[in-house]
């Protein structure tokens, strides 16, 4: 049975670049994942609540100084 490829046991030859993009794909990740986690914290409350303005405002903050969101 073959191996499955993985970021592991692919070698490339004159590219020093993938492992830069690798690193970056995760980060990315990382971010969409914060970003989902905190979007649905603040559906989980109604829009009249005190705590979904408290999250809504941290959301928009946090990923606007990450350059993610723009201010509208």
Do not use: C, H, V, W
Not at 45 to 53: G, I, P, V
């Amino acid at each position: 049975m073959k191996k499955k490829p993985t970021d592991k046991n692919i070698i490339y030859t004159n590219n020093t670049e993938i492992p830069e993009l690798n690193s970056l794909y995760k980060k990315e990740q990382a971010i969409f994942a914060r970003y989902g986690a905190m979007l649905q914290a603040t559906k989980s409350f109604s829009k009249t609540d005190k705590n979904y303005l408290i999250l809504k405002k941290r959301l928009k903050l946090k990923f606007r100084l990450m350059g993610i969101i723009r201010e509208s």
